[in-house]
């Protein structure tokens, strides 16, 4: 699925918005959570929020496996089928999509400006980006799906599988992993990044965490205190807070995810 700005001629290059859904969630439920397409619009970017094949919407987000391979393919066809700029190609996801988000980082570095993963970010076996990939994420610290302290929480293992199984049947109830701040060290780190974040509240429930970073590779991390597993700002959200958790309507994640995709070109 595309949505594509009324002010794109096909002559200038457009920025391009990859839009990634989570998991169960088909891309058409991604389109109503995020309402990115909308957002550009109004604010002059194409938005593509693919829906990935197979029985159930799930990302393999294995480096080198076909899922990211369709991923390269998407990029390519946004190259050969519309006036876009090349140096202001970005990737944001949600929950198994935002896991995929971090994957497509590392292995599209040199395509990819920045990433903004919500919900999920990931450190993947085997990372090693071509260059440093500037990060913004957002996550709650209640989301019960993926837990802030690390791992799965309690509804993320009661998710169904292929096999007709739990997450926790089939994993066993030891699907654990690093905590939420550990993994955006992880990134700050490997974008040769401060050791130590600044702290700073944005709203009432909201911090931001920043690393001082060479060259505008930054990594920042938006804590919602009593989070669910949620995007920040979104209405579609508060429909089903019941299953997902509380929505913060403090921060905006689609306006604070475009301003960090404007300030972080390819070409710096």
Request: proline letters at 11%; hydrophobic letters at 40%.
């Given at each position: 699925m595309r949505e594509i700005p009324p002010t794109y001629a096909?002559?200038?290059?457009?920025?391009?918005?990859?839009?990634?859904?989570?998991?169960?969630?088909?891309?058409s439920f991604q389109e109503e959570v995020t309402q990115l397409g909308s957002y550009g619009d109004t604010h002059g970017f194409i938005t593509i929020t693919p829906q990935v094949a197979g029985p159930i919407p799930l990302w393999n987000t294995t480096l080198g496996g076909k899922d990211l391979a369709f991923i390269g393919g998407l990029l390519r066809t946004i190259d050969s089928t519309m006036?876009?700029?090349?140096?202001?190609?970005?990737?944001t996801g949600y929950s198994n999509g935002a896991f995929m988000t971090s994957s497509v980082a590392c292995q599209f570095a040199s395509q990819v400006a920045a990433v903004a993963p919500v919900a999920g970010i990931e450190d993947p076996a085997g990372c090693h980006p071509s260059r440093p990939v500037p990060v913004v994420a957002f996550h709650g610290t209640a989301d019960p799906y993926v837990s802030?302290?690390?791992?799965l929480?309690?509804?993320g293992l009661?998710?169904?599988?292929i096999n007709g199984q739990t997450l926790s049947q089939e994993w066993g109830m030891s699907i654990k992993g690093p905590a939420v701040p550990v993994l955006t060290a992880i990134w700050a780190k490997r974008n040769h990044c401060g050791a130590k974040a600044s702290a700073k509240s944005v709203a009432s429930d909201v911090t931001l965490f920043s690393y001082s970073c060479p060259g505008g590779n930054d990594v920042e991390l938006y804590r919602i205190s009593g989070g669910?597993?949620?995007?920040?700002?979104?209405?579609f959200s508060k429909r089903i807070s019941s299953a997902i958790g509380r929505v913060t309507?403090?921060?905006?994640?689609?306006?604070?995810?475009?301003?960090?995709?404007?300030?972080?070109?390819?070409?710096g």
């Open positions: 096909g002559k200038t290059p457009m920025p391009v918005v990859v839009d990634l859904h989570g998991y169960l969630d088909p891309a006036c876009v700029d090349l140096n202001r190609i970005y990737v802030y302290s690390g791992g929480g309690p509804k009661e998710l169904p599988t669910g597993h949620a995007w920040p700002g979104s209405v309507f403090s921060i905006t994640a689609d306006k604070i995810i475009w301003n960090f995709f404007k300030a972080h070109p390819l070409d």
